[in-house]
């Protein structure tokens, strides 16, 4: 067992077999809908080619697997885009490191998180290496947006998709992993990896809630200011995408007359209120909120009693 989550299983057991096959490509590219677990994933790639032994890799015995297990293996060389970009240096200084030798076991690993958060000079840099690949080197790269890649980078990777899971095994796992029933939150996020951290987060309690306060909103038992106070600092990008998935999802429900339990008293009460059409501007006027408190330091609160007073 790899001690993935049950739905990346399958995918893993393929990769075993390349690798206890010596068929493991140079260049994986790993994608799939963002947060079904590329990163677990990607860093269980990593153990399972950094590991001494071919049969039954990862052993967990090895000196490779014990250094792997505590994150410090020297012939794993990590670029994550999720802070904000991968730079051409950074792309060189690793490459540089991987043209010399393991210093532990028979292979280097680069795994590249995000890939697509490259620029085009980290991209070329990353192409370069990719082309002519050092010896014993492996590049994992993850992205759930692969069309952002440049299509010169798609051409050499061979590419794995993830699989979406069922909300009822996402229900399970989180159950399993984090003792939370997250059942309440899959009208919001479905994807795993993101309700898991949502977990850890002032705004797993807020979102819970935010369907039954939008309805006391709308029925008039909730003033404008209550309700965007409820946006506390630090989960304001959170509660606008709440507010988002409910009107997303009252838009939807026109269509199928189907929706989560948990919110058709809010989705009910917007329609009740709002034609479609409005319902599609406040979309547009929330998302142009969100980007605008990403680059600005307006008041959020301030900024989302206006958007709601012009409903
Ligand atoms: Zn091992």
Excluded at 126 to 152: D, N, Q, V
Excluded at 210 to 232: C, M, Q, S, V
Excluded at 240 to 246: E, S
């Amino acid at each position: 067992m790899s001690g993935l989550a049950p739905w990346l299983e399958h995918t893993y057991q393929q990769a075993q077999q390349w690798r206890l096959q010596g068929t493991f490509h140079h260049a994986l590219l790993i994608s799939g809908s963002n947060g079904v677990g590329q990163n677990a994933f990607a860093e269980a790639m990593a153990k399972l080619l950094l590991c001494e032994k071919t049969n039954n890799a990862p052993c967990g015995q090895c000196h490779s697997c014990q250094v792997a297990k505590a994150d410090t293996h020297p012939d794993l060389l990590v670029l994550d885009g999720q802070e904000g970009g991968i730079r051409v240096d950074a792309v060189r200084q690793v490459v540089a490191k991987v043209a010399n030798k393991p210093q532990l076991g028979y292979s280097k690993v680069v795994l590249l998180h995000e890939a697509h958060q490259m620029n085009v000079n980290a991209a070329n840099a990353i192409l370069k290496a990719l082309e002519e690949p050092p010896s014993s080197t492996f590049f994992i790269l993850t992205s759930h947006t692969s069309r952002a890649l440049m299509p010169t980078i798609l051409s050499r990777c061979q590419r794995m998709t993830l699989p979406t899971p069922s909300p009822e095994q996402v229900n399970q796992w989180l159950l399993n992993e984090a003792k939370v029933d997250a059942s309440k939150l899959l009208w919001f996020s479905q994807t795993p990896y993101h309700l898991l951290a949502l977990t850890q987060s002032p705004s797993f309690d807020m979102l819970q809630q935010l369907p039954a306060w939008l309805a006391d909103w709308l029925n008039g038992n909730l003033r404008t200011d209550e309700l965007a106070g409820k946006a506390n600092k630090d989960a304001t990008a959170d509660f606008i995408d709440g507010l988002l998935a409910l009107l997303t999802q009252a838009v939807q429900y026109t269509v199928t007359g189907q929706c989560h339990e948990q919110i058709l008293a809010a989705v009910t009460g917007l329609l009740a209120r709002y034609d479609i059409y409005r319902l599609m501007t406040f979309i547009q006027q929330l998302t142009e909120l969100k980007a605008q408190l990403d680059k600005t330091h307006l008041n959020p609160t301030i900024q989302i009693i206006g958007e709601l007073n012009s409903w």
